[in-house]
């Protein structure tokens, strides 16, 4: 497929961003590369140092909420793009109304509860989207471990499925992009399958 | 009983169990679990009550913090 066809192809397709930390905000920048126009994004929280480490964001932008400065950094890649933000921590009810216009969700929650959550919520309804989920991806190395797994018709599960967080056991930039990638690179393939 | 766990095929010592005995039995320790008997989601609350049966099919995930 050439590269205008994807971009005519991922025109009309709108992601969700389910916590822009190390996998939301990295899986973002890849999507919005490469065509994907419309976003939303979700999430409460604001830049800190130690996420500079991971995370798609500056220096200069220590302080601000994750959502606006993720937003105005896709939007030097692309100022064309369309993108919604909630800056705010998804309750039960807000989990999938705020991602009800999107044709597929990248869950990027740092919390295994919220995980689960989203999930559970996910299964309970048929809502015809896709979910791509990340599923452990601390520390280095290893990256024989990683892999991607169909987990329902439309679930899908990213990562090593062991690592968790720890203070032996960081998150770091490569192998927290490597899994965002792999979020996105699976984004790509079920938007572009499905058209 | 013969099932499918994690698509592994395992005997358990057991004619049925709930899921809850089953995670007990495994030693299945972590917080957080996904579970499914035959494609079909399991919600925490009823993991008392869901039976494992002979020829099921079981999936339990773990979700693991990080993001």
């Not at chain 1, 899994?179 to 699976?186: D, E, G, K, R």
Request: net charge negative; aromatic share 6%.
């Amino acid at each position: 497929m050439q590269t205008k066809t994807i971009r005519v192809k991922l025109k009309g397709k709108k992601v969700g961003i389910a916590g822009c930390g190390g996998l939301g905000s990295n899986a973002a920048v890849s999507l919005a590369r490469v065509g994907v126009k419309s976003f939303v994004l979700v999430d409460f929280d604001v830049v800190d140092e130690s996420n500079l480490n991971r995370q798609y964001f500056f220096r200069h932008q220590i302080g601000l909420l994750k959502t606006d400065a993720l937003k105005s950094n896709m939007l030097l890649i692309d100022p064309t793009l369309q993108i919604e933000v909630f800056a705010e921590k998804l309750s039960e009810e807000t989990m999938l109304t705020h991602f009800a216009s999107c044709d597929l969700i990248i869950e990027a929650f740092d919390q295994a509860e919220a995980k689960q959550q989203l999930l559970e919520s996910f299964l309970s309804v048929n809502t015809g989207q896709y979910l791509i989920m990340g599923n452990g991806m601390a520390g280095f190395g290893g990256f024989e471990k990683l892999r991607q797994e169909q987990w329902d018709d439309r679930v899908y599960i990213c990562g090593d499925f062991e690592s968790e967080i720890s203070a032996e056991m960081p998150p770091l930039g490569p192998r927290v992009a490597i899994v965002a990638n792999m979020q996105a690179n699976l984004a790509l393939e079920l938007l572009l399958k499905n058209d | 009983m013969d099932i499918t766990l994690n698509n592994r095929k395992e005997t358990i010592e057991a004619d049925q169990l709930t899921l809850n005995e089953l995670i007990q039995y495994k030693n299945f320790t972590f917080k957080l679990l996904v579970t499914k008997i035959n494609g079909k989601l399991v919600r925490i609350p009823d993991r008392d009550k869901a039976v494992v049966k002979d020829g099921d099919k079981v999936e339990v995930m773990h979700l693991i913090s990080g993001g």
